[in-house]
């Protein structure tokens, strides 16, 4: 493995630190929560520290696959965040010299990791012009025989481009057809605004799905995520690497995840209506806007708008002015291997009034940023 730091990760906010930024719309995920807002969190001295299940809690795996008919727990594998989930399926599927099929823009962990194992990546890129649709098309294309698996994420970060029923069910059928796996990254699923559909993994056993508490709920301090997977001597393989990597995962965080879960129809409410609210903010400041466009977003909390005229603006000087002379802080275009006047736009993390000062800087720092 050849590890690499990603811009997305060593230029976080919380690499940079948290005080240093008045408006946060670089984040993808819901206001973090506070501890306080935990059932029972408060009464975790009869936890018994002790390794917990190799696979997770199972109240837990059980609650994540709750909302399904079709699936169990025992096809759930908690893992350190969506991102442990990652890492765990590339290195077991891939070795240097496999290939895969890779959407981009992405996350920068879909991509990094099979890169660092030596994986040759086809990518699919996405384009703005084409409402950031995925193309089923170009994805039969790029298949070879040496395609381990097709890594799409659904919704879409950073655009909250959403997959349609059609689209799952192709994918399904080409995982069966070619003998590879379809690894589909549900991490903002919870928040998609029309109707939810099925988890991934329900439409074939050659799907994975993953996902996490991060995005929706605000707990990416829990580090909880996990993975679904109906293939059972490869679920097995999945956990022996997870055995291999930590053997279990925290007790702490699983219970606390659990206790959240219990309760999540006292949080899901307010949290949806919130993002609602957050995203009708957004749209009204872009109506308004000449030098931006964007895609609206269909899921998710992020958008990924652009500046219409790039030559029109030294990119450069407008990022250092909206942090230094506006202190706000967007996720640039090169977090995920995009030109610069493209930037990630996260809606959900900021109170409204953040949200509406970071807009008005957007605003302030193109004009003073002009060529
Ligand atoms: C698409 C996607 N997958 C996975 C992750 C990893 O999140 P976590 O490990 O906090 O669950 C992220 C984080 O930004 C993401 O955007």
Redesign the pocket.
């Known amino acids: 493995m050849r590890y690499t730091r990603m811009p ?1 990760e060593a230029e976080s906010p919380e690499q940079m630190g948290y005080d240093k930024i008045r408006n946060n719309l670089s984040e ?2 819901y206001t973090d929560a506070f501890l306080r807002e935990f059932s029972g969190g408060e009464d975790l001295g009869r936890l018994l520290l002790c390794y917990g299940s190799h696979e997770g809690h199972e109240g837990l795996r059980e609650l994540i696959v709750s909302g399904s008919g079709a699936l169990t727990r025992d096809q759930v594998l908690l893992t ?5 989930a ?1 890492f765990i399926i590339a290195t077991t599927l891939l070795e240097k010299g496999d290939e895969l099929i890779v959407v981009r823009p ?2 920068a ?2 991509i990094e990791t099979p890169r660092a194992i030596g994986a040759t990546i086809h990518f699919i890129d996405l384009h703005f012009e084409n409402r950031w649709a995925l193309d089923i098309d170009a994805i039969k294309r790029a298949i070879t025989p040496g395609t381990r698996y097709i890594s799409v ?1 659904h919704p879409h ?1 950073p655009t909250g481009a959403c997959l349609e029923e059609p689209q799952l069910l192709q994918l399904a059928a080409i995982a069966e057809t070619h003998n590879l796996y379809v690894l589909v ?1 549900e ?2 699923r919870d928040m998609v605004f029309d109707r939810q559909l099925p988890l991934a993994v329900e439409y074939s056993p050659r799907i994975i799905s ?6 929706t709920y605000g707990l ?1 301090g829990l ?1 909880t ?1 996990w993975l679904i997977c109906r293939d059972r001597p490869l679920f097995e393989t999945f956990l022996a690497a997870k055995e291999q990597i930590h053997i279990c995962g925290p007790v702490i965080d699983e219970e606390l995840a659990y206790r959240y879960l219990l309760h999540r129809d006292r949080h899901f409410p307010r949290i949806t209506a919130d993002i609602r609210a957050k995203l009708e903010i957004v749209k009204n400041w872009m109506g308004q806007q000449d030098d931006w466009e964007w895609v609206e977003p269909r899921g998710g909390c992020v958008g990924f708008p652009r500046l219409k005229d790039p030559g029109a603006v030294d990119i450069d000087r407008f990022y250092h002015s909206l942090l230094a002379d506006y202190g706000t802080y967007v996720g640039p275009g090169h977090w995920f291997e995009m030109p610069r006047h493209y930037m990630r736009l996260g809606f959900g993390w900021p109170t409204k009034e953040q949200l509406k000062e970071g807009l008005s800087a957007l605003t302030a720092a193109v004009r003073a940023s002009r060529c």
């Not at 993953?210 to 995005?215: G, M, R, V």
Request: cysteine-free.
């Open positions: 997305i993808s995920s350190i965040g969506a991102a442990g990652l992405n996350y962990t879909n994420t970060n990254d991490t903002y993953i996902s996490s508490l991060s995005k990416p580090r995520g």
